[in-house]
């Protein structure tokens, strides 16, 4: 390289663009963190509510049993089983469907096919599950996905 | 090998190959799963096992940068380790919380591996990467702490090099981001958003800090090109990585609840993502092709240069493919990610690795390089194992476009599951693909077999090259 960018300057843009950028970053963070409640549905998540409470005991569950390991929610996850952040709307608007989708997986699988397993969740537990994807469902994401399909 | 305690890398180098042997071979479970779906079912299902893929992946690239680090640091300080002995526990205590963490996955049900391991006193557990139980997570805060300290205190006692101070600012930057994997909020848009400051100021942050300061601490010791040319490139592309990438972020939040600007933030920014890893092609080819010697460890040197090559192809290329808030708006979340995924880890990180521990091992067992005999074994086994990514690359792609067009970018789409069974002919040749990359490993293991028998006959030496060689 040319004698007249030096290490020092090289130095100075790495440092100094560094910074820049991270408080760039957090700039937006926070103006991201000012707009998130009109669009997150932070609302229905109040834990005084039975609600608030159902969807946090969903998204517990839904963690506890790795779903994010084979679906994705709103497009991150594993691609080896279907998008759910839209399942709600996919299911026509239908816990229910949801509940009884999950509820009758058989435990052996199903030969030769991929097969969600069986979780043994009980009514209340089927229910907080759907409660958690109906809220997720809610989110507002840009538009995505581009259809019902997910 | 210069000091003493530059031997701890050597636990930390077996243990990282022994763990990616295990990570292919669930990868090679897991591509198999996806055409024959009840493979393995139910005793290992398709998340367990993509857990121990992705999982084993982290720890054992964790492994070989603390190794590299171990091997790197005393040699930039001019100076032993500072506490050897830390090194060495800290390796136990990695290896055997890593292990059982894996033994967990596999022997338990998740959800009671979450109950046993108490999730509920602070839920971190069942997202993506950061599956690991709290406890795991808590082990490793302290496993990376101690490390750092006894890393920090060799580098403040010894001579302070860029190359180490850029390794050492990644380190750290490594360690706290980690700290976000501990928040974890029922708001999912919240729960997302910083889950990205672990995963994407990582992969597309503070790890290319490391992966560069390692190229370039090889690059000097093979290439014998001039310390401050070095230097200087280094920090223009670790400047370079850190001005777009951290903005580059907002490529994860275009679609899961964030505002709309963050479309054109990300767009902008990662679509400039490609030009740190494109500058360290140029930087590798650059400072061999003005080599002052010819080292005798060819091998280490032709990692060096694929790890370039393929990571500028895989984070660079791959990543600007599906980048741009329009056509990520099809593709999230398809297998045009996963091919992106793999060739990235495999170019940048994978490589890397390999590159700093083929320079390394010989000089840990006394002898420069290895064997030519055994140096064209690894050559055969970075062919094998490259080519085989680029194909899995390749056919995860097609599948991704068929998959994309068929599912989404069309008036009739098609449901999940249906579009998945069209594409079983791309990932059958993806699986194919896999078992060549498994044999490409084998015959990276076999190298170090072959290089420790040759190293007992000294007439295979690679070592004494006539100058005009």
């Excluded at chain 1, 608007?93 to 991929?114: C, D, H, L, S």
């Excluded at chain 2, 805060?141 to 090099?161: D, P, S, W, Y």
């Excluded at chain 2, 850029?166 to 029922?186: D, E, R």
Aim: glycine share 8%.
């Amino acid at each position: 390289m040319a004698q007249t960018f030096t290490k020092s300057m090289a130095r100075n843009i790495f440092y100094g663009g560094t910074v820049f950028f991270v408080l760039l970053f957090l700039a937006l963070t926070f103006d991201t963190s000012r707009a998130l409640p009109e669009r997150d549905q932070r609302a229905q998540l109040d834990p005084n509510t039975e609600l608030g409470q159902k969807i946090a005991r969903g998204k517990g569950l839904w963690e506890h049993n790795n779903c994010l390991g084979c679906h994705t929610l709103l497009g991150e996850g594993a691609y080896f089983a279907p998008e759910l952040g839209n399942v709600y709307v996919r299911f026509g608007n239908n816990k229910e469907a949801i509940k009884a989708y999950i509820k009758y997986r058989p435990a052996e699988g199903i030969p030769g096919r991929r097969s969600m397993p069986q979780f043994n969740f009980t009514d209340d537990e089927l229910d907080a599950i759907a409660e958690f994807l109906k809220y997720s469902s809610e989110i507002n994401t840009a538009g995505w996905p581009p259809n019902i399909q997910g | 090998m210069k000091y003493k305690s530059q031997g701890v890398a050597k636990l930390y180098f077996t243990a990282a190959i022994a763990l990616f042997l295990v990570q292919v071979l669930f990868g090679l479970i897991l591509g198999l799963q996806y055409v024959v779906g009840d493979f393995l079912f139910p005793e290992i299902p398709f998340n367990v096992a993509r857990m121990v893929h992705t999982n084993t992946l982290i720890v054992w690239l964790l492994m070989g940068f603390m190794g590299a680090t171990y091997y790197l640091v005393p040699e930039e300080a001019e100076r032993e380790l500072y506490a050897p002995w830390l090194a060495i526990a800290m390796f136990w205590i990695f290896l055997v919380a890593a292990g059982l963490t894996v033994a967990g996955y596999l022997l338990v049900p998740y959800a009671t591996l979450a109950e046993l391991t108490r999730n509920e006193l602070l839920p971190t557990m069942g997202r993506e990467f950061l599956e690991q139980p709290t406890i795991t997570k808590i082990g490793i805060v302290i496993v990376v702490l101690a490390f750092l300290f006894n890393v920090g205190m060799t580098i403040l006692k010894g001579r302070k090099t860029v190359v180490s101070l850029i390794l050492l600012i990644g380190l750290v930057g490594l360690a706290v981001l980690f700290l976000f994997a501990f928040y974890n909020p029922t708001n999912l848009v919240l729960d997302k958003f910083y889950w990205w400051w672990v995963v994407h100021l990582w992969v597309e942050g503070v790890w290319e800090l490391i992966m560069a300061s390692i190229l370039a601490f090889v690059l000097i010791k093979t290439t014998g090109v001039d310390r401050e040319v070095v230097e200087k490139w280094l920090y223009v592309i670790v400047a370079l990585a850190l001005i777009t990438g951290i903005i580059g972020t907002g490529h994860h939040y275009y679609w899961i609840g964030t505002p709309e600007y963050w479309q054109w933030w990300g767009s902008i920014f990662s679509a400039l993502e490609p030009i740190p890893f494109f500058m360290m092609t140029v930087f590798a080819f650059n400072m061999v092709n003005r080599r002052r010697r010819d080292h005798p460890n060819k091998a280490a040197v032709l990692w060096a240069l694929g790890c370039a090559v393929l990571a500028f192809l895989g984070a660079g290329v791959w990543g600007f493919l599906h980048t741009l808030s329009p056509v990520n708006f099809y593709t999230h979340g398809t297998q045009i990610t996963a091919a992106h995924g793999h060739l990235a880890f495999y170019g940048a990180y994978v490589l890397i690795n390999i590159t700093i521990i083929s320079y390394a091992w010989p000089l840990m067992h006394g002898r420069e390089a290895n064997s030519m005999r055994a140096q064209v074994w690894e050559m055969w086994s970075f062919w094998l194992m490259s080519v085989a990514m680029v194909f899995i690359t390749l056919f995860l792609t097609g599948a991704g476009i068929l998959q994309v067009y068929l599912q989404r970018f069309t008036d009739v789409p098609q449901q999940f599951m249906v579009v998945q069974e069209k594409l079983a002919l791309f990932y059958w040749l993806r699986e194919l693909a896999g078992v060549v990359f498994l044999i490409g490993l084998v015959v990276y293991v076999v190298s170090f077999f072959v290089a420790a028998r040759d190293a007992k006959r000294p007439e295979l030496s690679a070592e004494p090259r006539p100058a005009s060689a």
